[in-house]
């Protein structure tokens, strides 16, 4: 069952109009979506300092009761000067799942408004557990099937109303594919499970994996021949006299063909694949492991500088699509919005190649705080899972994980998760995962707004953004509807993609880069795209400023449309045009849910 309908703009100044049921503060800053680091800690500190005592000091708006802490997760000033504080809570000293917020503040550091996740208080009834400890961890064992970690008491929040629990993690749970970590979060009163969760986000869906089987479908993507002869050795780097150093080698890729990849030199004649120019990114080979730890991975290095043969054979064949496909997501990420990594932290971006032993998957784990790439089944897919937009989708995960941390609703005892939360989650992934094809422009893998069309699928992509229900593996739906509230994930996905294609290209049939397109809409409306740029702009800042754990399409909406004013004004092009996407979609004020208990 759907959970309570939240809203999340709640804000203190409304200057726009009924016509898009949005209140709050425009900005008519530059047309960029571009994040500014804090100048320095004492001006975090002092953005921060501010925030939490606007948070304080309206509590009616923000719900912030006697008892709550708020520790900073994020502080973003925008081109324009406002200010934006992500914030995680507790609770009488216990975490509140459920509890995040976002503060809002003017340049001049004055409350402008909030986005939160919930909108009751979350003070438990009671703070006086009827479960043990031992009870919970045993249960939360017995649900997941692993080993149960310890049990700490938190407060969740995200139901309707704030509950006594306790939270646990499981690890080598035997739940899903590949064995795992998993959150279990059993009520510290009724002894219900109120939630299991994998910590790593699936590229493929259990429910979509049956599918597949279930049709006999062989997933044996084609992959490029051998590499052309000739070496590359590090440029620049022959009389290099001290070491580490930055060095210039190449790759030959099992799907993007011939690619060059920096590489750090250790010695004379050794080279590592770690990138020194991108916070030190680097792929490791994870043996054939269900490795959770990046420090166990054993890192792939060569006397040449020269990567992969194009080749299974060859294990640092996957290592260079990884690699190219990591450096190119933070490229992305980087030049389009100035973000300093995925978690905009400055530090690496990890992956492995070769997990566990016939995994069909690729995976953003939480827990290695890593890409994931398994090797495929050898059976269904034959192919390790390491194409461009699938690497970007999975770290724009990680990305979502940094901001946002948006959740599924629900998730089943097969791993498939349900709720609007978790399927703008998948439709974001979705959404940067095709504009790192943009990014990164290889001729060998051409951008479009198909996602997964280099897996070998019969119906030649997994989804796509332009017409979405044309999934017929997934069930993708182009329309919102009530039955969105608990459809499954990716299934779901296409309401808020297909909003943002509408947005950036516009309605009806069209050709792009070589590919068509033929967009429909569900009033029969015509919409006018303003852009790739502009659109992804207005999705980003969306996602890092009006965007909380719980918020679903129609919060989205108002994110977005929060976005476009504060990026292009409230009387913009592009702000109207987001308003006639979501229609398109058919997300509008008028169907907006009520709250539901």
């Known amino acids: 069952m759907r959970g309570p309908h939240i809203r999340v703009l709640a804000v203190a100044v409304a200057v726009t109009t009924a016509a898009t049921g949005l209140a709050g503060t425009a900005f008519a800053g530059p047309a960029t979506g571009t994040d500014r680091a804090v100048a ?13 005592t606007a948070a304080f000091a309206h509590a009616a708006a923000t719900g912030v009761v006697q008892g709550d802490e708020l520790r ?6 925008d081109p324009e000067g406002a200010r934006h504080v992500r914030f995680i809570r507790t609770h009488q000293g216990m975490p509140v799942l459920g509890g995040d917020l976002v503060v809002h503040l003017s340049h001049r550091l004055a409350y402008t408004g909030v986005t939160r996740a919930a909108d009751h208080s979350v003070a438990p009834a009671t703070t006086r557990p009827e479960l043990t400890a031992a009870q919970a961890e045993a249960k939360a064992a017995a649900v997941a099937k692993g080993d149960a970690g310890s049990a700490r008491l938190v407060v969740d929040a995200r139901d309707g109303r704030a509950a006594l629990a306790y939270q646990v993690p499981v690890s080598d749970s035997a739940t899903a594919e590949a064995t795992g970590t998993r959150t279990v979060v059993i009520d510290a009163v009724t002894g219900r499970v109120r939630s299991n969760t994998p910590d790593s986000d699936e590229f493929l869906s259990p ?38 150093v930055t060095a210039s080698g190449t ?3 099992l799907f993007v063909g011939k690619v060059p990849l920096t590489t750090t030199r250790t010695a004379r004649t050794s080279y590592l694949l770690k990138d020194p120019t991108r916070w030190g990114t680097e792929t490791r080979d994870a043996k054939g492991q269900e490795l959770e730890s990046f420090a166990r991975g054993k890192a792939f290095t060569s006397t040449t500088d020269t990567w992969g043969n194009g080749t299974v054979a060859r294990r640092d064949s996957a290592a260079v699509d990884a690699q190219y496909g990591i450096t190119k997501t933070l490229d992305f990420y980087k030049k389009t919005f100035g973000r300093k990594g995925i978690a905009n932290d400055g530090k690496a971006a990890r992956g492995m190649v ?15 705080d890593c890409m994931l790439y398994g090797d495929g089944d050898g059976d269904m897919f034959k192919k390790p899972l390491v194409v461009l937009d699938v690497t970007g989708h999975e770290l724009t995960h990680g990305v979502v994980d940094a901001t946002a941390e948006l959740e599924p609703t629900r998730v089943d005892a097969d791993g498939n998760q349900y709720g609007e939360a978790g399927s703008l989650n998948e439709s974001l992934a979705d959404i940067f995962g ?6 990164a422009d290889n001729a060998k893998n051409p951008p479009n707004y198909l996602i997964g069309e280099k897996l070998g ?21 182009d329309y919102w509807s009530p039955q969105s509230y608990d459809a499954e994930v990716h299934a779901g996905s296409g309401v808020s993609s297909h909003a943002y294609y509408l947005l950036a290209e516009g309605s009806g049939r069209k050709t792009i880069g070589g590919f068509t397109y033929d967009s429909p809409t569900y009033d029969g409306s ?11 702009a207005i999705f980003y800042r969306a996602l890092t400023r009006y965007m909380v754990s719980t918020t679903d399409f129609h919060d989205a909406r108002l994110a977005t449309l929060k976005a476009a004013a504060d990026l292009y004004g409230a009387n913009s092009t592009a702000y109207q045009t987001v308003d006639k996407a979501w229609a398109a979609v058919n997300v509008t004020v008028a169907n907006t849910p009520a709250a539901r208990p």
């Open 354 to 368: 070769h997990f566990g032993k016939k995994v069909a998957n690729a995976f953003w784990d939480s827990t290695c």
């Open 251 to 253: 790759g030959t890729s």
């Open 457 to 477: 699928l019969a119906q030649k992509f997994l989804r796509r953004l332009d017409h979405p229900s044309l999934d017929k593996l997934e069930g993708t739906v």
């Open 207 to 244: 429910a979509l994996l049956d599918t597949l089987r279930e049709r006999g479908q062989t997933l044996d993507p084609a992959i490029g021949g051998a590499p052309r002869a000739g070496a590359l050795t590090a440029a620049g780097a022959a009389r290099a006299a001290h070491y580490p």
């Open 434 to 439: 095709s504009n790192v094809e943009f990014s």
């Open 40 to 52: 320095t800690d004492t001006t975090a500190a002092s953005v921060v300092t501010a925030a939490r």
């Open 526 to 536: 015509t919409v006018t795209g303003i852009g790739r740029a502009k659109a992804t």
């Open 72 to 77: 900073a997760k994020d502080v973003l000033i």
